[in-house]
């Protein structure tokens, strides 16, 4: 942990600028999930609490370089009002002379929202002269946008190394998290990775069989992994081409001391639908007709034997078709076996990607797991093992 938070900043009196991720959901003028804001609230709330004065910086959407109206942070000025409980002044711009006034006619007490960053081409160049304006504005950076540390941007990378830098909470909550899952973790460790495709988790797991002493795989992408074994899959989804690329990883598993473990018994049906009739099948034994759409309840029993016995859980992706009862049984038995440990203290488990946080909501395991990433493909470029611009950007 090489970065610092905002304990380690005398904040007394400070601007401080702060990166945050408040692209929420807007229908009618109105956010419809505020998730996003109250996880920014406890930076805001100690930056106030120590004398500083936060002034926020953000993106919104895809404005693509331009003012669009439709895009601009005005709209989320109530909504910042209501969860700080605090004054939220706005400016119309990210840098130059009215964001300049705004920040300097700042009052203790008060927030100040900048626009969306966006609205300026520089922002996602991580252009040098858009980050020395908007360093202009403030004594003190402070980046709690884990969710945008992966792209190089001039409010997330080149401003952390104008002024000096800190993390925010949730920023720190995250690596905290990630850093005990993955980086020294207690062992064992094991990973579950699920999810549709190989393909687009091919650096993943590449990374994963390197770190962790068990991987469960499944979902989708496990039938390519059955493919490579030999075992017919009838019409399920997988990617044939990439059968010789999983036997690659399985190879290099067993030669890095990591147990691969695989769907043993399957859920089969005929149609890709809620409820569709089905059967448990043995994983060699998929008929020619049907498609697999989860894992087996004997995959299930293993998948929590190897949870039991291990100290640390990273999990991304779903075991099946989960979207679709009942082909949500599988995610749903290993994500409660894993809360339920947590909760007894004998596992850490940390999960996150877009699709495995609607899962684990979907089980009713999430409140338990020890953390839960919002943060969508930073968390997976975290779990690939590359380093975070962002954060990099902290840690100078
Ligand atoms: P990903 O975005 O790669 O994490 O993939 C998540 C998607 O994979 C979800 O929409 C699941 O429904 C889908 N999925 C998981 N298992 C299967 C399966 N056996 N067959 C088809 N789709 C699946």
Redesign the pocket.
Known sequence: MGWKTLDDMDLNGKRVLVRVDINVPVADGKVTDDTRIQRITPTVRDILAAGGRPILLAHFGRPGGERKAELSLQQLVPALEAAFDCPVMFAADCVGAGAAAAAEALKEGEVLLLENTRFHAAETKNDADLAAGMAALGDIYCNDAFSAAHRAHASTEALARLLPACAGRLMQAELQALEAALAKPERPVTAVV????VS??LDLLSNLIEKVDHLVIG??MA?TFLLAQGHAIGS??AEASLTDTASEILTKAKAAGCEIILPSDLVVARK?EANAPHEVLPADACPDDA????AGPASVTRIAEVFANSKTLIW????????MEPFDAATNAAALKAAELTRAGTLISVAG????VAALNASGAAADFSYISTAGGAFLEWMEGKTLPGVAALEQ
């Open positions: 699920g999810g549709a495709k687009t988790k979902g989708g039938n399920s989804l890709f498609m697999i759409l989860d991304n992706g779903p075991l099946g078709a989960f979207e990607g877009g699709d495995t």
